[in-house]
């Protein structure tokens, strides 16, 4: 099965992931802003997607593309401040992506970096005023500071799903 990468960045931990998930599989990458690329040549797909303020950044993309989507094997890796678990689960839910559309995807959850220097204005007074709202203190820091969660081996597991799909061995 031949398969391909999509994802959507903002400040680049995406990116770099859909990077190094291509280098290690041999898989072609797009990032969905720069290619227009016909989805139906591929059988399955790895789609990258930041969380940024709650919300799955290529929500819109992937609910222009839901009717091929739904028909392959899709895995959704998405990147954040925040580790696997119901915080993220709700974020999810918060795309208003159809749970047809979700239930088909395996999702892993990996963590991100954010550095405050390099964010733009508005994103740095939202995670202020964020921060002032939180009630977790190693978050609130991590708002207000920033965080490098980066981890080449955190793709592990995305690639033995890239193995399974290629053999053909993928359960969905």
Not at 70 to 89: E, I, W
Request: hydrophobic share 40%; no cysteine.
């Amino acid at each position: 099965m031949n398969g391909a990468i999509f994802f959507a960045s903002k400040y680049g931990s995406t990116k770099q992931y859909a990077n190094w998930i291509a280098e290690a599989t041999d898989l072609p990458v797009f990032d969905i802003n720069k290619n227009k690329v016909n989805l139906s040549k591929y059988d399955f797909f790895i789609i990258g997607s930041p969380i940024i303020y709650y919300k799955l950044l290529n929500r819109k993309w992937m609910k222009a593309n839901s009717a091929i989507i739904k028909k392959k094997p899709t895995l959704l890796f998405t990147v954040s401040g925040a580790p696997a678990g119901a915080k993220l689960d709700g974020w999810m839910a918060n795309s208003n992506l159809s749970i047809n559309l979700i239930s088909k995807m395996k999702h892993v959850a990996l963590r991100g970096r954010q550095k405050p220097e390099e964010l733009t204005f508005y994103d740095r007074i939202m995670l202020k005023i964020g921060a002032m709202r939180n009630p977790d203190p190693i978050a609130r820091k991590e708002e207000l500071y920033g965080f490098d969660y980066m981890d080449k081996s955190s793709i592990e597991p995305i690639l033995k799903i890239v193995q399974q799909l290629q053999s053909n061995e993928f359960v969905s």
